[in-house]
């Protein structure tokens, strides 16, 4: 479907599921009358009830090695200047007892969407909300442990998190410029407690927002194209360090670290499609990563990869 066709749903007030790989090019969009005849599940819960199950579920992380070699490669391409931010992320082998459509029914998550027999994400992190011809974005940037003592106070005082938060945010600002006006950041750096299977994990985000016209809505697919991919999943700046990703990374992302959203024909919510879980002919991957900037610490970023592995 191209950005024409999802002006002309949002001209007409048809709602509809969004759904986007990382790089925004394969984009499906299915209008709510007919989601029955796909094999989608969605949910956006903005107080959800905790649901306790009982699970197996084991990872193979990758060689700290072979992470190492992809982050000094990204270290030096900051050195260079081609980027000064750049979300790593990789692939782990997991083991479950639950099939994707279980861990959909089970995780506590605000975003939920299993795609087919192909993926399922359980995301904590929205990408755009609009309503009342308002956009809003809620970067989230920073991870620690809750049970790390004063893990609040460390995670908002470390430099190199203030460092990396800044970036993220200053690209969210100037991406909804590009679609709004009077674009502000509402709140700065405020924690969130995140169910993060038997731990809880601290993440730092902030509210930045704009204002747009009252013809928004048939210009959603033009906005949508614009903000594409997720500034706070990729890095800055942007065209650069997706090329940077391309070459460091080395496997496909594909639809993990994009978005999906719900419009209903009044407003939009989406979400960022990180904690994703996909299934291959080898089995299930659970893709994860972290920003990278020129303070990071090799073994703090290979660890927290390994944190944002969990089922919620």
């Known amino acids: 479907m191209t950005i024409k066709d999802i002006n002309n749903l949002g001209k007409t007030r048809t709602p509809f599921l969004f759904v986007s790989d990382f790089k925004a090019e394969n ?12 094999d989608v599940e969605f949910k956006i819960e903005s107080n959800y ?52 459509k279980e861990i959909f029914n089970n ?28 956009i809003h974005t809620y ?7 809750a049970k790390v003592k004063d893990a609040k106070s460390k995670i908002l005082s470390d430099e190199k998190e203030m460092a990396e ?29 995140i ?10 985000s902030s509210h930045i927002s704009g204002d747009l016209s009252e013809d928004w809505h048939e210009n959603l697919g033009t906005i949508l194209n614009s903000l594409l991919p997720a500034g706070s999943i990729s890095g800055t700046p942007k065209k650069s360090t997706l090329k940077i990703i391309d070459d460091v990374e080395n496997y496909e992302r594909g639809f993990f ?17 990180i904690r994703f879980v996909e299934k291959t002919k080898d089995g299930f991957i659970y893709k994860s990563g972290g920003g990278i900037t020129l303070d990071s610490d090799v073994e703090s970023e290979y660890n927290e990869l390994q944190e944002k592995i969990y089922l919620p």
Do not use: W
């Open 27 to 38: 984009i499906e969009v299915i209008p709510l009358s007919e989601l029955p005849l796909y």
């Open 49 to 100: 009830k905790k649901n306790l199950h009982p699970f197996s579920f084991k990872t193979t992380p990758i060689p700290f090695s072979n992470y190492q070699k992809k982050f000094n490669l990204v270290i030096d391409k900051i050195k260079s200047g081609d980027t000064y931010l750049l979300n790593l992320t990789q692939p782990t082998k997991i083991k479950t007892n639950l099939s994707l």
């Open 107 to 134: 995780a506590n998550a605000h975003y939920k969407l299993r795609y087919k027999d192909k993926f399922v994400c359980f995301s904590p992190e929205i990408f755009v909300q609009i309503k009342d011809n308002k």
């Open 139 to 145: 970067p989230m940037k920073g991870t620690i442990d």
């Open 165 to 193: 938060h800044i970036m993220v945010v200053d690209l969210l600002r100037n991406d909804l410029s590009i679609v709004a006006k009077k674009v502000r950041v509402d709140k700065f750096r405020y924690t969130q407690t």
């Open 195 to 204: 169910d993060a299977g038997d731990k809880k994990l601290i993440q730092v």
């Open 257 to 273: 670290s994009g978005i999906f959203g719900i419009y209903d024909g009044k407003s939009f919510d989406s979400g960022v499609m």
